[in-house]
């Protein structure tokens, strides 16, 4: 298919989102700082998602954009629902980026390996969650992958991850922010949160691309 093929592809979906009031999303969050993949790309190319040199210049949001534009227009929607605090049991490795694919295989893209724009951070920095429909959350987690694992080749593993800050119980608030230290990391790694919301049993899983850069 040609890129202008594609561009009309894309915008008749966001058209179609237009009709049914879905765009932009609403409800539910995501990690905006350092961004989740799926926010990054919408925060990046949803006024101009149709400009091919998406392809050229952030290339694994493009291919996201081909795979499931709904991965973008609803990025505040990746969570799974009644998995009782057992993740590692309900999301399988190379999976922990869609959630174990969920909300029917929407965003697998964003398990797709590959140079993902990465945010710039000093190994102490804050993750930041934004509660749009102000679940409030009985605990976040936040994991960074060990030294030494490289996103630009490997898929994403429970055991590539460390957890190095929890938070329990928070009231509904527009944005939380959690202070984090990386320790000694450096260069490129992924910053994965949970958000267990308190509303019901609903559980929210971010990958976020940082270079730790000091």
């Given at each position: 298919m040609s890129i202008r093929a594609r561009a009309a592809t894309v915008l008749a979906?966001?058209?179609?989102?237009?009709v049914t009031g879905a765009l932009p999303a609403s409800g539910h969050g995501n990690a905006t700082?350092?961004?989740?993949?799926?926010?990054?790309?919408?925060?990046?190319?949803g006024s101009d998602f149709q400009n091919p040199a998406m392809a050229t210049e952030?290339?694994?949001?493009?291919?996201?954009?081909?795979?499931?534009?709904?991965?973008?227009?609803?990025?505040?929607?990746?969570?799974?629902?009644?998995?009782?605090?057992?993740?590692?049991?309900v999301i399988p490795d190379?999976?922990?980026?869609?959630?174990?694919r969920t909300q029917n295989g929407r965003y697998a893209a964003m398990d797709t390996v590959g140079d993902w724009k990465a945010a710039n951070?000093?190994?102490?920095?804050?993750?930041?969650?934004?509660?749009?429909?102000?679940h409030g959350a009985d605990y976040y987690r936040v994991y960074i992958?060990?030294?030494?694992?490289?996103?630009?080749?490997?898929?994403?593993?429970?055991?590539?991850l460390e957890l190095v800050t929890e938070v329990g119980r928070t009231p509904p608030q527009s944005n939380?922010?959690?202070?984090v230290n990386?320790?000694?990391?450096?260069?490129?790694?992924?910053v994965y949160t949970i958000w267990q919301a308190s509303h019901l049993d609903q559980s929210y899983y971010f990958c976020s691309d940082v270079n730790f850069t000091s």
């Open positions: 979906a966001a058209a179609a989102l237009l700082d350092p961004p989740s993949r799926n926010y990054g790309c919408w925060q990046r190319w952030d290339p694994m949001c493009w291919q996201a954009w081909q795979a499931d534009t709904n991965a973008m227009w609803n990025w505040n929607g990746l969570y799974r629902e009644n998995v009782a605090g057992n993740h590692q049991a190379g999976q922990l980026c869609s959630a174990g951070k000093p190994r102490d920095f804050t993750v930041n969650v934004y509660d749009q429909a102000l992958t060990r030294q030494g694992f490289d996103p630009l080749t490997q898929p994403l593993r429970w055991s590539d939380t922010v959690i202070p990386a320790g000694d990391r450096t260069g490129r790694h992924i």
